[in-house]
């Protein structure tokens, strides 16, 4: 994909990146990008709708999101080959990751038309450069099972990767992912807590497994979180 192919007058989707919760963090090029598009997918309508109210814009919306993305994937797909052009957008960071996305995405190489990604901001990114854990070699695993046995087989799979250890992780379980981390990885590996992002509440909290849980079960348990947690052996 080239400038020239985004510019044309052809159908394309474009992968637009939005704040993970200082609306400041909007690229140029994404507010352009957005302000361009016949429509926008996204997760939740209610929030984009408060993003491109943000920036002035009136573009029509629709809801893409994990329980119609089976069937609205090739719906927008032939909305692309129309000719129209598509933004698909998550509710946070980089759609397709962890996010809905990815059947519109396969379906879009399927029939060999343009995908275009504007890039931003990503938690699981932001969350390792600032945690003082390895940055040369990670491994992002999403979100983990919910229940603790499938917790726990995760962590066991990779318990020995020689590097750090991205998660992401739901306020309502992220309490019972850290005792199951003590109880797998053990209770001395090097953990970040980075809860809030950009937003008004930020923190990295950042030391033992064991010692984090015990503060974190002090302190409110309200936001969005990412763990980084350090190779077994890594001493910051």
Same mark, same amino acid.
């Given at each position: 994909?080239?400038?020239?192919?985004?510019?044309?007058s052809?159908?394309?989707?474009?992968?637009?990146?939005?704040?993970?919760?200082?609306?400041a963090?909007?690229?140029?090029?994404a #507010?352009?990008?957005?302000?361009?598009?016949?429509?926008i997918?996204?997760?939740?309508?209610?929030?984009?709708? !408060?993003?491109?109210?943000?920036?002035?814009?009136?573009?029509?919306?629709?809801?893409?999101?994990?329980? *119609?993305?089976?069937? #609205?994937?090739?719906?927008?797909?032939?909305?692309?080959?129309?000719?129209?052009?598509?933004?698909?957008v998550?509710?946070?960071?980089?759609?397709? &990751?962890?996010?809905?996305?990815?059947r519109?995405?396969?379906?879009?190489?399927?029939? !060999?038309?343009?995908?275009?990604?504007?890039?931003?901001?990503?938690? =699981?990114?932001?969350?390792?450069?600032?945690?003082?854990?390895?940055?040369? !070699?990670?491994?992002?695993?999403?979100?983990?099972? *919910?229940?603790? =046995?499938?917790?726990?087989?995760?962590?066991?799979?990779?318990?020995?990767?020689?590097?750090?250890?991205? &998660?992401?992780?739901? #306020?309502?379980?992220?309490?019972?992912?850290?005792?199951?981390m003590? #109880?797998?990885?053990?209770?001395?590996r *090097?953990?970040?807590? =980075?809860?809030? &992002?950009?937003? &008004?509440?930020?923190?990295? *909290?950042?030391?033992?497994?064991?010692?984090?849980?015990?503060?974190? =079960?002090? !302190?409110?348990?309200?936001?969005?979180?990412?763990?980084?947690?350090?190779?077994?052996?890594?001493?910051?």
């Amino acid at each position: 994909m080239n400038k020239g192919d985004e510019s044309s007058s052809a159908g394309l989707l474009y992968l637009i990146a939005t704040p993970i919760g200082n609306l400041a963090d909007l690229s140029l090029r994404a #507010k352009e990008t957005l302000e361009a598009c016949d429509l926008i997918a996204c997760e939740d309508t209610r929030v984009t709708a !408060k993003l491109l109210a943000h920036i002035g814009a009136k573009v029509p919306t629709t809801s893409y999101r994990e329980e *119609n993305e089976r069937r #609205k994937a090739p719906e927008l797909a032939d909305r692309i080959e129309r000719g129209e052009k598509i933004g698909l957008v998550s509710d946070a960071g980089f759609p397709a &990751i962890s996010d809905p996305g990815f059947r519109l995405v396969r379906e879009c190489r399927r029939r !060999k038309l343009p995908v275009v990604p504007v890039p931003g901001p990503n938690a =699981a990114i932001t969350a390792l450069a600032v945690s003082g854990l390895p940055t040369d !070699k990670f491994l992002y695993l999403g979100f983990l099972p *919910n229940k603790s =046995a499938g917790r726990c087989k995760v962590l066991e799979q990779w318990k020995g990767f020689a590097g750090s250890l991205i &998660i992401y992780e739901s #306020k309502y379980r992220v309490e019972k992912a850290l005792a199951d981390m003590e #109880k797998v990885l053990g209770p001395d590996r *090097n953990l970040c807590i =980075a809860r809030e &992002i950009t937003k &008004i509440h930020e923190t990295f *909290n950042i030391g033992k497994i064991s010692d984090l849980k015990t503060s974190f =079960a002090e !302190k409110s348990g309200k936001g969005e979180f990412v763990l980084v947690v350090g190779p077994e052996g890594y001493v910051l």
